[in-house]
């Protein structure tokens, strides 16, 4: 009896964690890079390899707030909500905006969005993105910016920054200019925020 039970309880789990396993060995997919222009065969431009980005690539949702339909991370519209700031500044803002969602009025101010009045139906999940969620945004073929053509973001003007920390040095962040290019600054430096949010 003891035996059966036993046999049936390892058959049970494995049935369990069979699908996981299939999930859990799928590969992450890789967004492709835009670039379209071969200038030697077998670059970027020639095998085009990864993930097609979806057409329309953003939704404008009409709060202050944009959707990625590639990621489904959901963006901040505005690099420059509330002008720069520090690294620790920077990841405390995002922290605590309050911003986008129905009932949200994104020419108010309530806490980032706006009043109290408007903060209800406001979301507040926001975070300061890591690298490779900013990285996600580029298109690299354009530049000035290298975003998406037709993209909905407004004061792309300057560095970003990024929570991700400079293994190098604890002292500096990663910030990224929307031309596309990296560096690492001091965290006491002060630039744009592009607060970002996981789909609901």
Known sequence: MKKKLLTALVILTGLF??????VWAQP???A??????????????????GVASPNPRFTDNGD????DNLT???WGKSANLAGEMNWFDAIDYANN?????????????????GQPACAQGCNDDWRLPNRA???????????????????PFINMTNYIWSSTTYAGSTGLGWIVHPN????SYGKTRTYFVLPVRDEN
């Open 28 to 30: 992450a997919p890789v």
């Open 133 to 151: 969620e900013v990285e996600s945004l580029f298109d690299f073929s354009n530049s000035d910016p290298a975003l998406p053509s037709n993209h």
């Open 72 to 74: 489904g991370l959901i």
């Open 97 to 113: 905006l309050i911003l986008g969602g129905e009932g949200c009025d994104p020419e108010l101010e309530c806490g980032g969005c």
């Open 64 to 67: 202050g707030t944009v959707t």
């Open 17 to 22: 964690l069979l699908p996981a396993a299939i």
């Open 32 to 49: 492709k890079t835009g670039q379209t222009t071969s200038y030697l065969t077998g670059d970027d431009g020639d095998l085009q390899r």
């Open 180 to 183: 596309g290019y990296w560096c």
